[in-house]
């Protein structure tokens, strides 16, 4: 069976820090890969997502950036975090290329910038 | 662009009782909507999709409906328990893209 994996499950960093946060997929290749942010009491942010190692599609311009070095791994970062960047960032995968309508979310990285 | 509307934040029931749920879209396309269901702290888990060919979708004491005349999708729980108390999300694809778009989810509380 498909399991993703996300880490850390909580993060704390300073204004101006940088960020990286690592999301892995097993049991599945090619998938599809998925960073979304929420926001508190908000829906889910689509902010990347990938079809392909070093194939990478921004949805919102910011000071995000998203990697795929291996094929069931997508990585988030930052040069530096804004108080704005805290939120809850989940990882989604689905199967490509044709049924990605459904989305399998990872367990979420809780992060706060202060 | 595609616009989805949970029209309710928060829904409160009486347990045993049929909760629902609704869900709109704009801007019709090949239409694929999904439940989702979020637990605080926790990531979405998908729940049921259906297509833009079918009328209902059944899962155990779930079930969802699809009219494509009023853009809405209907999300129901039937002999709701506490246990379902969670956050419902809907969710719009259009089957051909990488993308999902989701709605702000309608938070639902089961009241023993």
């Known amino acids: 069976s498909q399991t993703i994996h996300q880490w850390p499950a909580t993060l704390v960093q300073p204004v101006g820090s940088p960020l990286s946060l690592e999301c892995t997929v097993e049991g599945t290749s090619n998938p599809n890969l998925y960073w979304y942010r929420q926001a508190a009491g908000r829906g889910l942010q689509l902010l990347f997502y990938?079809?392909?190692?070093?194939?990478i599609s921004s949805e919102v311009p910011q000071n995000l950036s998203a990697s795929r070095p291996q094929d069931r791994q997508f990585i988030l970062s930052s040069k530096k975090l804004l108080l704005s960047d805290s939120g809850f960032y989940l990882c989604a995968w689905s199967d490509g290329p044709r049924a990605q309508e459904t989305q399998y979310f990872g367990p979420g990285t809780r992060l706060l910038v202060l | 662009s595609q616009k989805i509307e949970q029209n309710s934040e928060a829904l409160n029931i009486q347990e045993g009782k049929t909760a629902t749920l609704t869900c709109n879209y704009t801007n019709y396309s090949p239409a694929y909507l999904q439940w989702y269901r979020q637990d605080p702290g926790r990531g979405p888990v998908f729940l049921l999709l259906i297509r833009e060919n079918e009328k209902e979708k059944r899962k155990e004491r779930l079930k969802v409906t699809f009219d494509t005349t009023l853009k809405q999708s209907l999300f129901h729980i039937t002999a709701s328990q506490p246990a379902d108390s969670a956050t419902y999300l809907c969710?719009?694809?259009?089957?051909?893209?990488?993308?999902?778009?989701f709605g702000t989810g309608t938070k639902l509380q089961v009241i023993p």
């Open positions: 969710a719009h694809s259009s089957g051909g893209y990488q993308k999902v778009t």
């Open positions: 990938s079809v392909g190692i070093g194939q």
